[in-house]
């Protein structure tokens, strides 16, 4: 998705001058194993993918905190992309062992080998594409929150004019609002945030009048407090989000996106994603398959 | 990646377009320069006080003066800047800054109003810290011969020590505002659009964060330059009566060309 905090390009930084980004027993899952993965068989469902090692790790990249998706609670991983991942992993006979990485930097610790796949909510890009290779599990649009005062009286981007919207840095809401600045007569100010927690307390704090985020977030925060925070129309801007994987891991690949579609059949992600309240996020039905569903030029 | 792979996956012509004036120069560059300027100013002013404070007869003043720089300097910058713009109106349930503030010649945000006060009053604990040492270092005599020729305390203080004391004090306010420059940037985080947001929105759309940051490195690195020859000029007007010959400016920022000064 659209988040790039900035602890990552020093970890960006850091990944390329060093060799370890994060904790240091991340690389060890794929180095000496990618001959021997495939053929080895465990009580799991299916057979466990090269580079990965059956009993071994499944090393996941991800950007806590960003709840509901990921976040910790002490040293422990939670969130609805997180027992996916869990899952995933356990089908494949191993285990999910998550990491820490800023989003900026994410890609290049998947390509570094800091890890085997990412899931952090990102949206599937064409640009993305040309990195990493990705199995689509959800879709993700972005929505706005509004006090409760204001319910109702916001539904569109155009009842914004002339107010004060908080956006995230990176989101492709700040391109969308200029293009519809140009349709109004009192354009819509933008205000950035790096960071999702100080945009959101702005409009609790009526620095700002409407909160601009990924759906889930928005979600999550209604949810949460409903006292301070209100939903604003529906969800725009839908794009899917994957779970990336580096390009030559076909292996990997065609085995993560077997286990997806066995856990849409049998309503097992569903039931993930209905705990946090983000079901209604899940692909639709005829986007299952996956591949088709991972075309996206938006620049999320 | 090794270091081969990080130059050839530098793409220069993303880092010259960030450079350039056109893009970086408007809001954001200006936004940097005026509150760090006002953040450095304000915060002497205050640390000035404070510092005086701190050497008060009074046992009140000395006390308020130890908290005040105990506190500020103890926590961090940081929290201290989410406190006023957010915190303080969660806490106490009414705004402390309007949204926007006219100012006439232009409109200042209450997000850079709220950081400008939170590095104000931050930078004021250092600062009161530096001056302190600097009146410090002006010999009691000179207090004594002033009140020995009918100055009140306060002239003595206003037209005999603080002159002194300056030479003392330029240097580490010097250092002071070098990092005010930077530490403006931690402002991004309550939405302000200064230099470091700029590249953080910049590189959020091209995907080539190492060559924004490169850049805004870069334009930091010119602000704090262009203070640094500002500096030296102060420094070289307060220091005249002491030093005959003066230096060239190459020879203080690197410290080469000129007369030896090591120790050995």
């Known amino acids: 998705m659209l988040r790039r905090p900035l602890a990552l390009m020093f970890c960006l930084i850091l990944a390329v001058f060093v060799s370890a980004c994060g904790d240091d027993d991340s690389g060890s899952s794929d180095s000496d194993s990618s001959d021997k993965g495939s053929s080895s068989k465990s009580d799991s469902d299916i057979d466990t993918p090269a580079p990965l090692e059956a009993g071994g790790d499944l090393v996941v990249c991800t950007d806590v905190p960003y709840p509901p998706a990921e976040y910790q609670e002490g040293t422990e991983f939670k969130g609805y992309e997180v027992e996916m991942l869990e899952s995933v992993a356990e089908r494949m006979g191993v285990t999910a062992e998550f990491q820490k990485t800023g989003f900026d930097g994410i890609i290049g610790a998947l390509q570094a080998k800091k890890c085997d796949a990412i899931v952090s909510s990102m949206n599937i890009t064409s640009e993305r594409e040309e990195q990493v290779a990705f199995v689509p599990y959800m879709t993700i649009g972005q929505a706005v929150a509004v006090t409760p005062d204001a319910e109702g009286s916001i539904n569109a981007l155009e009842d914004l004019a002339g107010k004060t919207v908080a956006v995230q840095v990176g989101t492709t809401l700040k391109a969308l609002i200029e293009k519809e600045n140009a349709n109004l007569d009192e354009p819509i100010k933008v205000q950035s945030f790096p960071d999702a927690g100080a945009a959101a307390a702005a409009l609790q704090t009526g620095k700002v009048d409407a909160f601009f985020a990924d759906a889930p977030v928005v979600a999550d925060y209604v949810n949460k407090q409903p006292d301070n925070f209100a939903i604003g129309g529906t969800q725009i801007d839908e794009l899917p989000a994957g779970i990336a994987l580096r390009k030559e891991d076909s292996e990997l690949q065609d085995a993560v996106q077997e286990v997806i579609d066995a856990m849409y059949e049998d309503g097992s992600l569903e039931k993930i994603f209905a705990k946090f309240n983000v079901d209604e996020f899940l692909l639709a039905d005829d986007a299952d398959e996956g591949d088709e569903a991972a075309e996206g030029d938006a620049t999320s | ?264």
């Open chain 2, 1 to 264: 990646m090794t270091l081969p792979t990080l130059v050839a996956a530098f793409d220069t012509g993303t880092f010259w377009e960030a450079l350039s004036p056109e893009t970086a120069m408007g809001r954001a560059l200006w936004a940097t320069v005026y509150i760090s300027v006002s953040a450095q100013v304000i915060g002497t002013i205050i640390g000035l006080f404070a510092a005086l404070g701190a050497m008060s007869r009074f046992v009140a003043l000395r006390a308020l003066s130890g908290v005040y720089v105990w506190f500020f300097r103890g926590t961090p910058v940081i929290v201290q800047v989410f406190f006023w713009y957010l915190g303080a109106s969660i806490l106490f349930g009414f705004d402390l800054f309007p949204r926007e503030i006219d100012l006439g010649f232009m409109t200042m945000s209450g997000a850079a109003l709220a950081g400008i006060t939170a590095l104000s009053i931050n930078e004021g604990a250092y600062m009161s810290e530096i001056i302190r040492a600097g009146i410090m270092s002006v010999p009691p005599g000179q207090t004594e011969a002033a009140l020995s020729v009918g100055m009140t305390r306060g002239t003595a203080m206003r037209r005999v020590v603080l002159p002194q004391a300056a030479r003392i004090i330029v240097p580490g306010l010097g250092n002071e505002f070098n990092n005010m420059l930077k530490t403006s940037s931690l402002l991004t985080f309550i939405g302000v659009y200064e230099l470091f947001q700029d590249a953080q929105v910049r590189y959020s759309s091209n995907y080539q964060p190492v060559e924004v940051y490169f850049a805004v490195a870069l334009w930091y690195l010119l602000l704090t330059t262009i203070w640094q020859l500002i500096q030296i000029q102060i420094e070289r007007h307060l220091g005249r009566s002491d030093r005959a010959e003066s230096e060239s400016w190459a020879t203080r920022i690197f410290g080469v060309g000129g007369p030896r000064r090591s120790w050995a």
